[in-house]
């Protein structure tokens, strides 16, 4: 109905702005978009179908879309992230995020570099060449062509073909395996021809400089030679001495000029892989960027629909206070995604936000509850052993839920092919130094191979 419809408009509304997304917006069964965050606005979603979008097929289809595209009301470029709305086992709607991209575009083009990423099609979809954006960098086939004029993913239905020269830059390329796309680094030939140019100045001058102080040692030691030699007239002891000083002394010599030229070879050797481990520090950022994009959201994404959805079924039998509940709930868990997505940003700004005192037990309830139907499906016994007393910790408090999340979703995923009886310990240890917190499962453990990557990023 209409009143619940504006609450509905309101309360996306209010998630997007805390949350720091561009829309987010609620479509039926049939793609037609019913409430948005952007209700006021003259480019409002309300009353647009939407059903020909990849992601709301695969929403609709029950799984998790993502997708690239320009908006067709809105004209921009946005990332779009969708899951299904659920009334029990069917399929009832679909809630979608858009974030905005632009604010990464922008900071791109700060950098001496060009930076560019292409999707499946080899379209370029971000930039820091504005000339550049939505352009193929290779020749498209017949059906990616229909596909494209299909999804309505740019705005031209057939991109202009982009050639990069080679003999003008120097390209590194990194895939993104998760999304089929390509992080591509173009550093100008020019500048990196500069560098060179500089090192071998550089290297030049301290040679010249080599040059110079050896002649002056020559000239010096060309006179003390001739002393010598007046004086060895009338001492031959003293002019065998001077021989045997001489020789030492163009041993000294040698080996001088030798550790001079090994010292400018490992000079520039650093250069050169502090270049490379400055551009392979970027592509790998860039790429877990991506990935995290994806991975952080899922979580309170997932807690949100189904709060959602319950709060759905408690308004139609007026239980307005369980509804408001759940409301609470869910704007609990979008400050959490609004620190997510602030924590992502900082990989442009650097931000870093000091640790504070977090009581440990309620972080790790909330994680056991957003769990907590999936471990009662898979007969999970859990076994706690934690103190009565709050236990306080330094951390940062949406980090270490989803920390605490991770590892209780890591614990069911290695007791999954396990037959029963499954077991789930959680214990803490107090000492001295702080907390020591254990969560150990009866699965099969770690192979030597997860081991060795146990440290690595999902």
Do not use: C
Not at 196 to 218: D, F, K, P, S
Not at 320 to 346: F, P, Q, V, W, Y
Not at 398 to 416: E, K, M, S
């Amino acid at each position: 109905d209409t009143p619940t419809l504006a609450n509905a408009n309101r309360l996306l509304s209010e998630i997007t702005r805390q949350t720091g997304a561009d829309v987010m917006y609620l479509m039926d069964a049939n793609g037609l978009t019913l409430a948005a965050s952007n209700s006021e606005q003259k480019d409002s979603f309300i009353g647009r179908n939407f059903s020909f979008r990849p992601y709301f097929i695969d929403a609709r289809a029950g799984r998790t879309g993502r997708f690239f595209g320009l908006g067709t009301t809105s004209a921009k470029r946005g990332y779009f992230f969708a899951g299904p709305v659920r009334d029990g086992e069917r399929i009832i709607g679909v809630l979608v995020v858009k974030v905005d991209l632009d604010h990464t575009e922008t900071l791109w083009g700060k950098t001496p570099e060009q930076l560019l990423l292409t999707d499946q099609n080899g379209v370029v979809i971000l930039t820091s060449n504005p000339e550049w954006r939505f352009r193929a960098t290779r020749d498209l086939t017949d059906d990616e062509k229909k596909a494209i004029v299909a999804i309505q993913s740019y705005p031209t239905r057939d991109p202009r073909p982009l050639r990069i020269d080679e003999h003008a830059w120097l390209t590194q390329t990194h895939a993104i395996e998760e999304t089929g796309w390509n992080v591509n680094i173009l550093a100008p030939r020019a500048l990196v021809d500069r560098q060179v140019r500089t090192v071998v100045a550089i290297g030049g001058a301290a040679l010249l400089v080599l040059m110079l102080l050896l002649g002056l040692m020559m000239q010096r030691r060309r006179h003390y030679l001739d002393r010598i030699a007046f004086e060895a007239k009338a001492r031959r002891e003293l002019e065998m001495r001077v021989i045997e000083r001489t020789s030492d002394l163009e041993g000294l010599n040698s080996r001088l000029r030798q550790e001079v030229l090994e010292r400018e070879q490992a000079q520039q050797e650093l250069v050169q892989a502090q270049d490379e481990l400055v551009q392979t520090s970027k592509l790998t950022a860039l790429g877990t960027m991506s990935a995290s994009i994806s991975h952080e959201l899922n979580q309170p994404l997932a807690a949100i629909r189904s709060y959602a959805e319950n709060a759905e079924v408690l308004l139609d039998h007026q239980r307005t206070e369980d509804a408001r509940g759940n409301l609470k709930l869910i704007s609990e868990l979008t400050g959490r995604m609004a620190s997510i997505i602030a924590h992502l940003r900082a990989f442009a700004r650097r931000d870093r936000h000091a640790p504070e005192s977090v009581a440990l037990q309620p972080a790790l309830e909330d994680a056991l509850a957003l769990l907590a139907k999936r471990r009662r499906a898979m007969e999970v016994e859990l076994i706690r052993d934690l103190p009565d007393a709050t236990i306080w910790v330094q951390a940062g408090e949406t980090r270490l839920r989803q920390v605490l999340g991770n590892l209780l979703a890591n614990a069911l995923d290695a007791l999954t092919e396990k037959g029963p009886p499954r077991r789930l310990w959680i214990s803490v240890e107090q000492t001295a130094e702080g907390v020591n917190l254990y969560i150990r499962d009866n699965g099969p453990g770690f192979s030597q191979e997860a081991l060795a990557r146990a440290r690595e990023p999902f």
